[in-house]
């Protein structure tokens, strides 16, 4: 009794010194916290503090660590794993440290820690400029960033952990750390694409570089009866294409609306879509390979950078199974393989996505970031999501043989944010010979593992 009675004078305490909430079940708060992108994901920890200033994440940090409670961070995005709850523990919200700061002389971007894209966006085309972002606008900035952060501007200007030049920590016993070229490197090099388990990341300053407000970018739909042709066209213009060019592969469903010509709506569609991050007219003659094939809808042209980020955005309410392989390449076989098992995808949302990387990917090595596979020229991505629990095991085992069609032309590793819950050997494939370093960083940082936000990297070094 008298534990319970320090405990219930614990929270109270707690919620007196928060600028922002303590929330436990029933509450409105609690329970839109605790439903994620992902509703296979079911946690329910015992409180969901909700974080408006930093101190209050030391706050937080100090509450959990006197109680021994387990603790997870719910920042801006999709946590396919979901990472970002924890059962009969403290869930430290910081989706309201959400402000974004746009420095135009030194082209800097101070963001929140619970930001999303969709907020760095705006906020830096007002002055034309950005920095890399996911391709949808609900992710969150902060995990995009430290799992690596592939985006449409990733060929010209890096992935978004390449553009990561500053962030600020609160660590497990509540200080309150820089991380910069100047100050605490190793921590930086680790938030580089290491993830988020060396702390609670309130602040990140990322680059920006001129681009928009207006850029040349949309899509293409082929009918799937296509889609072998058009997946070896696209390998042929993107394994040549300038670093301003960067365009994705999508198998997905069309939608059932008039924006879809009337032969494709509701069908199987290949999507070929992306931007040209320079001029116009060099974007129309970078796309001519890709319209040379006549798709039957083409909504390339001049579009609005920030709207553009918008346009796939994936919709939330969905079970989700994510995997991911980098490859050398795509050699006929593959594609005939990818094509032949692709048929099995479901009608919905569900789809297969080829990320094109090269450009400015791989000039990114070793001691700038932990992530392995940069010389990858294509990432495959096959993504279901469904609603039906009936369907988990039928979908995941589509998602894995997606997965294992091109696993003989594959580079070894896998880039962690197109990885749901894939355990830590898949994981520990995004680092290669980086994942020692990153455990002695880990080590160092969270020498208790107190941020079990990781399924590879662990103080104990077990990965």
Not at 198 to 208: K, P, Q, R
Not at 244 to 264: K, Q
Not at 332 to 340: F, G, N, Q, R, S
Request: aromatic share 6%; hydrophobic share 40%; proline share 5%.
């Amino acid at each position: 009794m008298t534990e319970i009675t320090a405990t219930a004078a614990s929270v109270d305490e707690l919620r007196f010194r928060l600028q922002g909430g303590l929330h436990g079940p029933g509450d409105d708060y609690y329970e839109d916290s605790c439903t994620l992108f992902n509703t296979m994901i079911e946690r329910r920890p015992r409180v969901v503090a909700e974080c408006v200033t930093v101190d209050d994440v030391v706050a937080v940090l100090a509450f959990a660590g006197e109680h021994g409670l387990p603790i997870a961070v719910r920042a801006g995005g999709h946590s396919v794993a979901g990472r970002s709850l924890c059962d009969d523990g403290v869930v430290v919200d910081v989706r309201r440290i959400a402000d974004v700061d746009i420095d135009v002389g030194r082209r800097l971007a101070r963001v929140g820690g619970g930001a999303i894209s969709s907020d760095v966006d705006r906020a830096a085309q007002v002055h034309g400029l950005a920095t890399t972002g996911g391709r949808v606008s609900t992710t969150g900035t902060a995990g995009l960033t430290l799992g690596g952060g592939s985006g449409w501007l990733e060929r010209k200007y890096g992935l978004a952990c390449d553009n990561l030049v500053g962030a600020e920590m609160v660590t497990w016993d509540g200080r309150i750390v820089r991380a910069s070229e100047d100050e605490n490197r190793d921590l930086l090099w680790a938030l580089r694409g290491g993830g988020g388990g060396f702390g609670v990341v309130t602040t990140l300053e990322l680059a920006l570089h001129p681009v928009g407000p207006e850029v040349f970018a949309g899509e293409t739909l082929f009918p799937a009866s296509r889609a072998g042709e058009v997946l070896r066209a696209f390998r042929d213009v993107m394994n040549k294409a300038p670093d301003e060019l960067s365009l994705a592969y999508a198998l997905a469903t069309a939608p059932d609306d008039d924006t879809v010509p009337a032969n494709l709506r509701g069908s199987a569609v290949v999507d070929v879509l992306g931007m040209w991050a320079g001029s116009m007219a060099d974007g129309e003659q970078a796309l001519a390979p890709i319209r040379a094939l006549h798709p039957d809808a083409d909504s390339f042209g001049p579009t609005a950078y920030a709207d553009f980020q918008c346009s796939v955005d994936d919709p939330p309410g969905y079970r989700n199974y994510w995997t991911a392989e980098n490859v050398v390449d795509l050699p006929d076989e593959a594609i005939d393989e990818l094509v032949h098992r692709a048929t099995d995808l479901p009608a919905g949302p569900s789809q297969l996505f080829i990320v094109a990387w090269g450009g400015a990917v791989p000039r990114f090595g070793h001691e700038h970031s932990p992530l392995a596979g940069r010389e990858s020229r294509f990432v495959v991505h096959p993504l279901m999501m469904w609603q039906d629990p009936a369907d988990d095991e039928s979908n995941r085992a589509i998602a894995r043989a997606l997965r294992q069609a091109v696993q003989p032309w594959s580079t070894g590793a896998a880039y962690p944010n197109f990885l749901g819950e894939e355990g830590h050997t898949r994981m520990r494939s995004a680092y290669g010979t980086s994942a020692p370093r990153l455990a002695a960083v880990k080590r160092r940082w969270d020498p208790h593992d107190v941020f079990r936000t990781h399924q590879a990297i662990s103080a104990s070094g077990s990965l």
